[in-house]
């Protein structure tokens, strides 16, 4: 049933009616409120259609929501306590007047120069065994090479004359 079709009017009968009517009266009143009760029907089930579809509707969008302001609030939790860990300039200032606690971070800080000092030079080192000409080993042995040709060079040079 569509919107622009009229309802079918609703059918009364009194009590007196229904005694003084005719049995063919009483069939095409009974038809015409059958007709009444199924236009009924479909309009709520239409309208009960539309409700259920618009409630889906609903209840997505507030889904959404809900998990946008989850995930909203997970974002401000993570920047409040990132917030909360990190140090005022005060605590800092008076971590630092703490003799104590002052000589123990110039300790720290002499080891880990030590330690940055003691991995380059095992860098160095690493890199000096690879022989490349650019190399520190590679260049003694070139030195070395060059020495020895110089050496026999002189010596046949030595014994010509």
Same mark, same amino acid.
């Given at each position: 049933?569509?919107?622009?079709?009229?309802?079918?009017?609703?059918?009364?009968?009194?009590?007196?009616?229904?005694?003084?009517?005719?049995?063919?009266?009483?069939?095409?009143?009974?038809?015409?409120?059958?007709?009444?009760?199924?236009? +009924? /029907?479909?309009?709520?089930?239409? #309208?009960?259609?539309?409700?259920? !579809?618009?409630?889906?509707?609903?209840? *997505? $969008? %507030?889904?959404?929501?809900?998990?946008?302001?989850?995930?909203?609030?997970?974002?401000?939790?993570?920047?409040?306590?990132?917030?909360?860990?990190?140090?005022?300039?005060?605590?800092?200032?008076?971590?630092?007047?703490?003799?104590?606690?002052?000589?123990?971070?110039?300790?720290?800080?002499?080891?880990?120069?030590?330690?940055?000092?003691? +991995? /380059?030079?095992?860098?160095?080192? #690493?890199?000096?065994?690879?022989? !490349?000409?650019?190399?520190?080993?590679? *260049? $003694? %042995?070139?030195?070395?090479?060059?020495?020895?040709?110089?050496?026999?060079?002189?010596?046949?040079?030595?014994?010509?004359?």
């Amino acid at each position: 049933m569509t919107n622009e079709e009229p309802l079918p009017k609703k059918v009364r009968l009194s009590e007196t009616d229904f005694k003084g009517m005719a049995r063919d009266e009483l069939i095409l009143r009974w038809k015409q409120y059958e007709a009444y009760v199924q236009a +009924l /029907e479909g309009k709520y089930t239409d #309208l009960n259609s539309n409700d259920v !579809t618009g409630l889906r509707e609903s209840e *997505e $969008k %507030l889904k959404q929501q809900q998990q946008e302001s989850a995930r909203r609030e997970n974002i401000l939790v993570i920047q409040y306590l990132k917030q909360v860990q990190q140090p005022s300039v005060a605590q800092l200032r008076s971590t630092m007047l703490d003799p104590a606690i002052n000589l123990f971070f110039l300790k720290m800080k002499g080891e880990l120069e030590q330690t940055k000092d003691k +991995l /380059e030079q095992a860098q160095n080192e #690493l890199s000096a065994w690879k022989f !490349t000409p650019d190399s520190q080993t590679g *260049e $003694k %042995l070139m030195f070395a090479q060059y020495s020895s040709f110089l050496s026999l060079k002189v010596g046949l040079i030595d014994g010509v004359l």
